[in-house]
């Protein structure tokens, strides 16, 4: 276990302190700094020995000891600070007491030293108050909010300039707002009679329009629209209304002609489908007869193939049935004159095997021809 070091008393000099004022303070100390330099001995010699049940009670014994100490120092320095935080307020209260009168007359003595610099001073405040309450009326809202300063320090000629020339501007901006004011309601006044004027047309206009549609007139006869029928004084009014007669009737007979040419080619349609419908009957008739006449021909044709097809495939069967009987007979020849030759290539196979058996010596070719022995009984086995 770490060893712990004895804490030192602090220096006098640190705290600007006498060193015979501060020895009265460290004498209160003195005593619980015996006893604990007593127990920091003991705690010396337990903090090295083997850990026993004995020494965990010791141990609580020197830490509750050790712990008095503590609580004792903390009560010393609690009594002693509230001592000096008492004659530090007592010593404040002494200051106040004293120098109050002196703070009095120190600035009852400045009023009079400052009377003429401090009357100088209240009537240039003054001056900028009323000189601002001249200039109220002729501000803009943002002077108002944020009022021009400086005033008071302008000679008569300078502010006389600057009161005229603001007054001036507050003209001028009235003047403006009232002609621009003006011009609006002129310009009110002017929309409001086209507006009067342009409804007044439209009344008109469509007025006029009804009588074109009593008649089964229409605008588009004219090429105008409704506000230009309106406008139409009486005379050019009454010359739009004969021409669009004189249009209308020229639009009904060519309608009229339109119709008429119409169910002519309607008729002539109808006259010609009728022939149509008379050809298309015939043609679908004979051809309906020569389908099934074509139908009756395919029909016959291929039940001619299908029983050629027949026909050929039994001769052909039979012809394949010839020609396999006699292969096989041919087979059957020719396998009993081989029988005799398989069995001599089997002898002669065993042959060899005998003959060269034990005939090889070195390890490599005895492999080889053992690997041919087997070789050669799977011939034999395969042959026989």
Not at 87 to 104: C, L, M, N, T, Y
Request: one cysteine or more.
């Amino acid at each position: 276990m770490k060893k712990e070091l004895t804490v030192v008393g602090p220096d006098p000099k640190e705290f600007n302190l006498e060193v015979r004022k501060a020895d009265v303070i460290s004498k209160s100390f003195k005593p619980s700094i015996v006893e604990r330099d007593v127990l920091t001995g003991m705690y010396e010699q337990l903090i090295v020995k083997e850990i026993t049940p004995e020494l965990c009670k010791e141990s609580g014994d020197l830490r509750k000891k050790l712990k008095k100490v503590r609580s004792n120092i903390t009560a010393i320095h609690r009594t002693e600070k509230s001592f000096y935080l008492a004659g530090g307020q007592f010593v404040d209260a002494w200051k106040r007491k004293s120098i109050e009168p002196i703070i009095q007359m120190e600035e009852r003595l400045t009023e009079l030293e400052q009377h003429y610099e401090l009357e100088k001073e209240k009537e240039l405040q003054e001056l900028e108050i009323s000189r601002l309450d001249l200039l109220k009326p002729y501000l803009t809202e943002i002077q108002k909010e944020y009022p021009p300063t400086g005033l008071s320090a302008m000679t008569d000629d300078v502010w006389e300039n600057y009161f005229a020339g603001t007054k001036l501007g507050h003209e001028n901006r009235e003047a403006a707002a009232k002609q621009q004011k003006q011009e609006a309601l002129a310009e009110q006044k002017r929309l409001e009679e086209e507006e009067i004027e342009r409804q007044r047309i439209n009344e008109i206009g469509w007025s006029r329009n009804s009588e074109f549609n009593d008649l089964g007139l229409k605008l588009p006869f004219l090429g105008i629209s409704i506000p230009e029928l309106g406008k139409m004084n009486n005379e050019n009014y009454s010359k739009a209304f004969e021409n669009a007669k004189v249009e209308k009737k020229k639009e009904d007979d060519r309608i009229e002609k339109i119709e008429a040419d119409n169910k002519k080619v309607e008729k002539e349609r109808v006259e010609r489908e009728k022939k149509q419908s008379i050809i298309d009957k015939k043609a679908k008739e004979s051809q309906e007869r020569i389908d099934a006449e074509n139908k009756q021909l395919r029909e016959e044709l291929e039940e001619k193939e299908r029983a050629d097809k027949k026909r050929i495939e039994k001769e052909e069967t039979e012809k394949a049935q010839i020609l396999a009987d006699a292969e096989a007979k041919t087979q059957q020849e020719l396998n009993q004159g081989d029988k005799a030759r398989m069995n001599q290539l089997t002898t002669d196979l065993s042959v060899i095997k005998t003959r060269f058996s034990g005939k090889f010596k070195s390890k490599v070719n005895k492999k080889k021809f053992q690997d041919v022995e087997i070789l050669i009984d799977k011939i034999i086995k395969h042959i026989k």
